[in-house]
T-cell receptor, first 115, second 109 residues
Framework: GAVVSQHPSRVICKSGTSVKIECRSL??????MFWYRQFPKQSLMLMAT?????????EQGVEKDKFLINHASLTLSTLTVTSAHPEDSSFYIC???????????FGPGTRLTVT | GQNIDQPTEMTATEGAIVQINCTYQ??????LFWYQQHAGEAPTFLSY??LDGLEEKGRFSSFLSRSKGYSYLLLKELQMKDSASYLC??????????WGAGTKLIIKP
């Protein structure tokens, strides 16, 4: 149980375009979802926390107008990287937590490369 | 501020035992997690400690001392597939995970 999927697993896009990444909880209801970014050889950096039906809470230094997060249902959250730049190239990982739970279940990650 | 410290890199021999330490200073404490992360993959859950003491799960054990702000992950009978980064994370008073930078474990034959 507790499976989280992410799509796509890899994406290459051109600078200036937008990319949408989906995160789905397959067998549980994720009241809270988290979006992380990880640069090579660095630890996970929390970008934002989203609760179903409400606006995401962004960490300091993360531009909410650039990284649009939508958590419209209990099983789906999306992260849209708008006007992508090469410095946005990174490994983006989502995680989900169900109501009353403490463990975060991670998706497999999305490797974004902006050319 | 909040801080999680763990060694950057450790090397051990196949079949041996290794202990990865983690010290923390956080605003509140709602448990400590250990995750394993292979290169290019997402983290996978290993253990969760919220009370003092040792939790054993197969070849892996995790220990917590809340008074000392200290935890360790013990890996026994090391296998080559255990080569990975091991991430220590503490859940603070807001139920947010504060992550350490990870310990890269290299297993040699």
């Amino acid at each position: 149980g507790a499976v989280v999927s992410q799509h796509p697993s890899r994406v290459i896009c051109k600078s200036g375009t937008s990319v949408k990444i989906e995160c789905r909880s397959l067998d549980f209801q994720a009241t809270t979802m988290f979006w992380y970014r990880q640069f090579p050889k660095q630890s996970l950096m929390l970008m934002a926390t989203s609760n179903e039906g409400s606006k995401a809470t962004y960490e300091q230094g993360v531009e909410k107008d650039k990284f649009l997060i939508n958590h419209a249902s209990l099983t789906l959250s999306t992260l849209t990287v708008t006007s992508a730049h090469p410095e946005d190239s990174s490994f983006y990982i989502c995680s989900a937590r169900d109501l009353g739970g403490y463990e975060q279940y991670f998706g497999p990650g999305t490797r974004l490369t902006v050319t | 501020g909040q801080n999680i410290d763990q060694p950057t890199e450790m090397t051990a021999t196949e079949g041996a035992i290794v202990q990865i330490n983690c010290t923390y200073q956080t605003s509140g404490f709602n448990g400590l997690f250990w995750y394993q992360q292979h290169a290019g993959e997402a983290p996978t859950f290993l253990s969760y400690n919220v009370l003092d003491g040792l939790e054993e799960k197969g070849r892996f054990s995790s220990f917590l001392s809340r008074s000392k702000g200290y935890s360790y992950l013990l890996l026994k009978e090391l296998q080559m597939k255990d080569s990975a980064s091991y991430l220590c994370a503490v859940m603070d008073s807001n139920y947010q995970l504060i992550w350490g930078a990870g310990t890269k474990l290299i297993i040699k034959p």
